[in-house]
Structures are given as C-alpha cells and as structure tokens.
C-alpha cells in the first residue's frame, strides 16, 4: 500500500472512469476517504453497494465540501453546471480536475466558477471500454494508458505534480500538452474515428438490400470492431462533438479527402496506389502494438471488466 496521495477525494459522476478510479485508489490506498455523487438515487446506491466510494451524496456540493481533489467525471456539457454548483464550497488549497475527452470547453466553462485559491488542471486519461455505470470499473483501467494533463499558463507546479503522481499510481503514463493541442490530437485519435464508426452502422442500418439479421450474422471483424466503439455512450459523445467541431470538422475534412483519393485508386484499377497506402497505414498499427497500446490478438487483449 502506497501513502495516501489526496486525504479527501470526491468524484462527481460515477461511471466507468470515475468508478475505475476509485477502485484504482483504494486497491493501491492513494486516498483516505473517496466521496461520490451521482444524479440518480440509483447510480449512488449501486455505487455504495459496488464499494469504491466510502461516502455518498445526494449533491455534488456535499460530495466536494472538504475534498482536497474533485473530479468531474460528467459528460461535457453538464460541467460548467456541476462546476457553479461546487465552486462556493471548494476549500483553499483543493484541486478541481476532470476527465473529459475536450479541454478548451471544458477550461471554457468550469475555470470562470474555480475560486482564487484552488488549483484547476484539467486531465483526461485515455482509457475505456465499451461499458458504462457504476459497475463496469475496474482498477487496471488505467494502467500502461496515458493521461494527458493540460494545465493552464500559470497553474500551480505542486498542484500538477501532485495529480501527476495519483495518476502515475494508478498505472497511467503522463504527459502534459496545450489544451488545443490537445483537442486537434483527439480529433484525429478518437473523435473522428469515433463519428465514423457510428456512420458505419448507420450505413448498415440503411442498407435496404442487407438485412438486420444478416449485419448481426455475418459481422466479420471489421464490421464487428466498428460496432464496439458505436456502443459508447451517446450523452458523451454528443457533447464531445458540439465541445471539440473545430478541431473534428478539420479532421472530417482531411478524411473525406483521403476517402476521395482512395475512391479514384478503386474506380481507375489503381493496385500500386492502393498497396503502397495500405502499407504506409499497416506500419502505423503496428506502432501502436510496438508501443504496448493494444495487441495483435484477435480480441485485441482487452482487458474484460471485473479481471
């Protein structure tokens, strides 16, 4: 057991990242006591009941009072809300982060209700699955992930370096950027793959000479791979993609491009194009399995909930 990193930790939304988290925390004791708020009466009591949390609250003021570290793990758009509602009990000396998926929205809409005197560093640990709610987590989430931290100009160094080593305890990797870089980079990463593979599916959906049946039946790999990220929740996604549409359509745009350029190479029998593309693209899969991000096993050696 490490010693504590944070006294009182609060984590308003309680899904898969926040449940991760305080699964995380506990199996490792980074935290003496772990507050928890949800929306719902029944997302707080299957969080008690789950047991990463050793408080619940039926507000997310309640949850923050006291806390040395608040993390907003909410959809995008309700942060500014939530972070209103905490702002006037938030102790001196705290430290408000989340984990959203955009950060210039969210530094946008939660920094005007940060008090002088609490520290925002706004993160974002690049780690999920599918699954959603208070009992999907697992405390290996995070670990060989990275989390990307995107301070503010002027954020107190002991605050980031504080929440810099929770994360690394976790089993995250670390890295700091500027929050635009950080939006551009997601836009190539996740969000854009992310609208794809639901236009996918909606593709599917729409084909009248394929039926539903026979998309279920025969969803060879391909198929099947797109279908697991189109499961996320779709709350989240919405608000990513109204939070980060500069960044995505820019990203949509250099997409519908290469989508063009690869039509002509088809229609026109174009074989050397076409093979010299796909290997130029095969390379950079292979460097994500190098850099130990994903496997070559058929089921990519995801990590299941609960193992």
Not at 245 to 267: M, N, S
Not at 275 to 293: D, L, P, S, V
Request: aromatic fraction near 6%; proline fraction near 5%; glycine fraction near 10%.
């Amino acid at each position: 057991m490490n010693t504590p990193i944070y006294d009182r930790v609060a984590l308003i939304g309680l899904g898969l990242i926040a449940s991760s988290m305080g699964h995380a925390m506990k199996a490792a004791g980074l935290a003496r006591h772990i507050a928890g708020h949800a929306k719902t009466e029944a997302t707080r009591a299957a969080a008690l009941e789950v047991g990463f949390c050793d408080s619940m609250h039926a507000t997310a003021a309640g949850a923050a009072a006291e806390a040395d570290l608040v993390v907003l793990c909410v959809p995008v758009g309700a942060m500014g809300e939530i972070a209103a509602a905490i702002g006037p009990v938030l102790a001196a000396g705290a430290t408000v982060t989340d984990v959203g998926s955009v950060k210039r929205a969210v530094i946008a809409t939660v920094a005007p209700h940060v008090p002088t005197g609490v520290h925002f560093v706004p993160g974002h640990p690049l780690a999920g699955t599918e699954h959603s709610g208070p009992r999907s987590g697992f405390a290996t989430l995070f670990r060989n992930r990275w989390c990307i931290l995107t301070p503010p100009a002027g954020t107190d160094r002991t605050a980031v370096a504080r929440l810099r080593a929770l994360w690394a305890a976790m089993g995250s990797n670390v890295e700091e950027m500027d929050a635009e870089h950080h939006d551009l980079v997601l836009a190539v990463t996740s969000h854009t793959p992310h609208l794809i593979a639901y236009t996918m599916v909606g593709v599917a959906d729409d084909l009248e000479r394929v039926t539903d049946s026979e998309v279920i039946k025969f969803s060879a790999a391909g198929f099947r791979d797109f279908t697991r990220i189109a499961a996320s929740d779709p709350t989240m996604w919405r608000d990513v993609f109204l939070s980060n549409r500069d960044a995505t359509l820019e990203i949509l745009g250099r997409f519908t491009e290469e989508l063009f350029a690869l039509q002509r190479a088809i229609r026109m029998g174009d074989g050397p194009l076409l093979h010299a593309y796909f290997t130029r693209t095969r390379a950079i899969r292979r460097g994500i399995i190098e850099a130990g991000q994903d496997t070559s096993a058929p089921d990519f050696g995801r990590v299941k909930a609960g193992t």
